[in-house]
């Protein structure tokens, strides 16, 4: 389950984070990224950035806004067609892949 926590993206911030993406907007509020965790700490994906395998992403706690740009996660689900994590390197938590229902585990 996905957190359900969203924060709206300060104005300077905001200006900040459309200057940086190649695509020159980004939303006014974001929906944090996570599954649904422990920590106070959200991130939210506010775009993807020119170089390759980074994004810019909007970090809170409290009422403490940052703007952070973050290499991807690397790991990607098991399989040749492993679906990739939408998620940044080094975050807590699952990957967005295991946020699925376990299958039935094999027996054996
Ligand atoms: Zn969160
Ligand atoms: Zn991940």
Not at 30 to 36: D, G, I, K, R, T
Not at 59 to 80: E, F, H, K, Q, S
């Amino acid at each position: 389950m996905r957190c359900k926590h969203w924060c709206r993206v300060p104005l300077d911030l905001a200006q900040e984070a459309r200057q940086m993406a190649p695509a020159g907007c980004v939303d006014r509020a974001v929906q944090c990224q996570l599954p649904a965790h422990e920590s106070n700490e959200h991130h939210g994906l506010l775009a993807e950035l020119a170089t390759y395998g980074t994004a810019l992403w909007l970090r809170w706690r409290g009422t403490g806004t940052d703007l952070i740009a973050l290499p991807d996660c690397p790991v990607a689900g098991p399989g040749t067609d492993g679906e990739g994590c939408c998620l940044f390197a080094g975050h807590a938590e699952l990957h967005t892949w295991q946020n699925a229902p376990e299958p039935a585990s094999y027996a054996g």
